[in-house]
């Protein structure tokens, strides 16, 4: 079964540090990899997908992900953290497309706090 | 503008209580969603309509009742709550089943007394 895993409950970063919010995974094929953003009281908004190409994913606000198969894992990065990029922030992989396969499997969310 | 919306955004309802949570989606999506957020765990999925028909149940309790009467349209019917299913609940769309990224509404925070 597929499943993902984020391994820390709050990142703490000062303002133009870099920052990396950590994702690994588990599926029996080749994985579909998401992150999500949600702001206080506020729905998940898309920030980036892998599916297949390019390692290196870019997405919105300046963010960018890495995927990397042997270690299974889909970190987001940034390089220079803003005050305004404090969130919570979620993982989530499918294993397939279509139907009940491509159903997205979310982690439990990394709080990230940028101080300034 | 959020293409998912979410009504109402607060909720409280005794135990005894029938409610409903309603969702509209304005970007021809064919699949809609309900998700249960809780603190400290990951989003469970509840329940999956693909072309207004329901396609996946988790287990759901039945005090839970979905409805998805158009393609734009999904609702939660609430009845006799118990205080653990107090949560933000998130509507979310697809334009499949399992294809692309969800888009979220705000979601409805749920309290039950």
């Known amino acids: 079964a597929q499943s993902v895993a984020q391994p820390e409950d709050q990142v703490n970063v000062a303002e133009g540090n870099p920052l990396t919010v950590k994702c690994t995974y588990s599926?029996?094929?080749?994985?579909?990899l998401f992150w999500y953003v949600q702001y206080p009281n506020r729905g998940l908004q898309f920030l980036l997908k892998?599916?297949?190409?390019?390692?290196l994913v870019k997405g919105s606000y300046g963010f960018e992900a890495e995927f990397n198969k042997s270690q299974t894992s889909f970190h987001l990065k940034k390089p220079s953290a803003l005050v305004s990029d404090s969130a919570l922030y979620f993982c989530a992989v499918r294993e397939g497309y279509g139907g009940s396969q491509g159903n997205l499997i979310f982690g439990k969310g990394t709080k990230l706090s940028v101080k300034p | 503008e959020t293409g998912v919306t979410q009504t109402p955004r607060h909720l409280v309802m005794g135990m005894t209580n029938k409610k409903s949570l309603k969702c509209e989606q304005h970007l021809g999506h064919n699949a809609m969603y309900w998700y249960k957020q809780s603190a400290k765990k990951p989003l469970e999925l509840m329940f999956v309509y693909s072309l207004e028909e329901r396609v996946e149940n988790n287990s759901v309790p039945s005090r839970f009742s979905p409805e998805c009467p158009n393609s734009s349209h999904l609702f939660l019917h609430l009845h006799t709550l118990q205080p653990e299913d107090s949560a933000l609940y998130l509507c979310?769309?697809?334009?499949?089943w399992g294809a692309g990224e969800l888009f979220f509404g705000e979601g409805s925070r749920l309290t039950v007394l």
């Open positions: 979310a769309s697809s334009q499949a």
């Open positions: 599926v029996s094929g080749n994985p579909y």
């Open positions: 892998y599916i297949t190409g390019d390692n």
